[in-house]
């Protein structure tokens, strides 16, 4: 399967902070994205989807540029239960490739 | 509503013993994948059904893996012959029609 590169970190960053997080995919017939959460010992759960209209979910903000194959993901105000391991995800077919992941720490 | 539920939660095995694996999906999920998780990486996908059929294979490492969902509901992805480099976190998730992927606790498998 292709890849899907993420920036590992971690980011720690303090409380009310904003973060970005960045990921690239090679298969340029990708169609659809996404951003995991994975907290330390549980399963990923869908944060959100990614639109190349860009999409926003409260205090997180989404981007695809299909034209560079980047995906990106802001948290605005961070808190610190946004602590989490996020993942980038490319959907082929019906499966799911994901990234390493990255990993953020909010501190108060 | 129940989520997707595996089991054993935790497998510890000698190496060359077979280990059997169990997913429980979402009820009218028709959709079942099984993905393996090594530590500090992201999931990676191993095989999918749609209701009884294995659509999807080509992501089982080798023939000493294979899994089935006779009835199209219960799942077992079986590893024969465990090696060490078989301990992983086993994830199974569950979706209607090519929708969300919701996935379970896993089971972790240890291979000594």
């Known amino acids: 399967r292709k890849e899907v590169e993420q920036d590992p970190g971690p980011f720690n960053v303090p409380e009310g902070a904003t973060v970005a997080f960045n990921c690239t995919y090679s298969n340029s017939a990708s169609q659809s994205f996404f951003w995991y959460r994975q907290d330390c010992r549980k399963e990923p759960k869908l944060l959100m989807s990614?639109?190349?209209s860009g999409n926003e979910d409260g205090r997180f903000t989404a981007q695809l540029n299909r034209a560079s194959q980047y995906i990106s993901l802001l948290i605005r105000d961070s808190k610190l239960s946004d602590s989490a391991t996020y993942l980038c995800?490319?959907?082929?077919?019906?499966?799911?490739?994901f990234g390493k992941g990255t990993s953020l720490l909010v501190t108060p | 509503g129940a989520g997707v539920s595996q089991s054993p939660r935790y497998k510890v095995t000698k190496r060359g013993q077979d280990v059997a694996l169990r997913c429980d999906p979402i009820s009218g999920h028709v959709s079942l994948y099984w993905y393996r998780q090594a530590l500090g990486q992201g999931p990676e996908f191993l095989t999918y059904?749609?209701?009884?059929?294995?659509?999807?294979k080509s992501g089982l490492p080798n023939d000493r893996f294979s899994a089935e969902r006779p009835e199209g509901s219960i799942s077992t992805l079986t590893i024969q012959r465990t090696e060490q480099r078989d301990s992983a976190m086993y994830r199974c998730?569950?979706?209607?029609?090519?929708?969300?992927?919701?996935f379970g606790p896993g089971t972790r498998l240890t291979v000594t």
């Open positions: 990614v639109y190349s």
């Open positions: 995800v490319v959907k082929e077919g019906y499966a799911l490739n």
């Open positions: 059904f749609n209701y009884e059929a294995q659509q999807d």
């Open positions: 998730a569950s979706s209607v029609a090519m929708g969300e992927q919701y």
